[in-house]
């Protein structure tokens, strides 16, 4: 969706709350929280289960540090970072950041994550390839969003990755959606006026990750409120968080 004709954006319908648990698949530490963190505070304080996972440990996010250091102060940072909105499992996938591919190996060690967790609902990064015409999108982000879509589905399939399939882990073909957040297709949202703070807080929590882009002057509350005040303005709300849904459902 272009919004540079000056039309006004369409309104945002809200996003599904009829439901339990769900698994946030990203790249990268600091991926949820550029956005949509605020929304996972919202739905742990209603009691729903969130877990993270994080497909790669940003070790190469930072120019000064040597991988070796960086992927574990990020992973610590990550784990903080998450228990601010509610989250207290975090899974960390390893694999290489940076360089990660779309393709059958991400696609099965994301199936066997959503079989491991048994989700209601998988959330995941705009993997489009920009960001609604301000910048390229990461190659880490597309790969991860796309084999995210293609792995819920793998995930209900006994005989995909059916080597995985030992001892309790079961397919699982019970995800209703996949949201993408922050994608430029998005025309669903969620109210985060009540939890905004809490997802400004949770990208504070990534201290290391911003002081080595040398951010020196980076306001996490001001970068975040632009978009979410946009946003909210297409909910009528004061901060909103948006999601492109897929329909895992047949004819839905």
């Known amino acids: 969706m272009s919004l540079s004709d000056d039309r006004p954006a ?28 605020a929304a996972v505070a919202r739905w742990t304080r209603q009691g729903k289960r969130i877990v993270y996972c994080m497909v ?18 990020r992973e610590a940072e990550q784990v903080e970072s998450a228990r601010i909105v509610g989250v ?5 996938l390893r694999q290489p950041d940076g360089v990660l591919e779309y393709g059958v190996p991400l696609r099965r060690v994301i199936a066997a994550e959503v079989r491991r967790h048994r989700p209601d609902i998988v959330i995941t990064n705009n993997f489009r390839e920009g960001w609604g015409g301000r910048a390229l999108n990461q190659a880490d982000h597309i790969a991860t969003g796309k084999a995210t879509l293609d792995a819920v589905r793998d995930a209900g399939n006994r005989w995909i990755f059916a080597d995985q399939l030992t001892g309790d882990l079961e397919p699982w ?7 993408a957040a922050g994608s430029p ?35 996490p ?9 946009q946003a909210g303005e297409r909910m009528g709300v004061e901060h909103a968080t948006t999601f492109e849904v897929f329909s895992m459902g047949w004819g839905d």
Do not use: K, N
């Open 88 to 92: 207290d499992v975090v899974d960390f």
């Open 173 to 179: 073909d019970a995800v209703l959606e996949v949201w």
């Open 10 to 37: 369409p309104a945002l319908q809200p996003v599904r709350e009829d439901w339990d648990s769900a698994l946030c698949v990203v790249a990268h530490p600091d991926d949820m929280e550029f956005g949509a963190a």
């Open 221 to 229: 509350a001001e970068f975040l409120g632009q978009a979410s005040r």
């Open 185 to 219: 297709d998005a025309g669903h949202g969620v109210d985060i006026t009540e939890t905004f703070e809490l997802g400004v807080d949770s990208l504070r929590a990534h201290h290391a990750y911003i002081e080595g882009l040398g951010w020196e002057h980076f306001d």
């Open 56 to 73: 790669t440990s940003g070790e190469a996010g930072i120019d000064g540090l040597h991988p070796a250091q960086c992927g574990p102060e």
